[in-house]
């Protein structure tokens, strides 16, 4: 089965920054697929933070993340990265990383929760005032 791991969270304060990554097995299935990062807060949807086309060439972001945070791909390591930068008490969230097998010439933006089939377990991201 499709397993997606994500790692790399943890607490920071405002105004500082973190990297999360998500690994895909196998690697067949990462190098096919677009991927994207969402985020739940509690009590809330969850909602699009980023995608990243399955050769890294279309990137898509979230108003209220734009210019802060940046996704990026790395197929030999069959992982997605969120270089998370700014980050603000309102970012605290659990992020998940999600998978949409795609054809080559499909970029996206792939911006909807339907969009995708394969989802990791996420990893805590807490940002203190």
């Known amino acids: 089965q499709v397993q997606l791991v994500e790692s790399g969270g943890g607490l920071v304060q405002a105004g500082g920054s973190l990297r999360i990554a998500c690994t895909v097995r196998p690697g067949r299935t990462f190098s096919r697929a677009a991927m994207a990062w969402f985020r739940q807060a509690p009590g809330k949807e969850r909602e699009f933070v980023a995608s ?54 499909n970029n996206g933006p792939f911006t909807s929760l339907s969009d995708y089939g394969h989802w990791g377990q996420g990893t805590q991201v807490t940002v203190a005032s």
């Open 52 to 105: 990243i086309s399955r050769n890294g060439g279309s990137l898509y972001y979230a108003d209220s993340v734009k210019g802060r945070f940046f996704v990026s791909r790395d197929n030999d390591k069959n992982t997605v990265y969120l270089q998370m930068d700014n980050l603000q008490p309102e970012d605290t969230a659990v992020y998940y990383c999600a998978a949409k097998p795609t054809i080559l010439t």
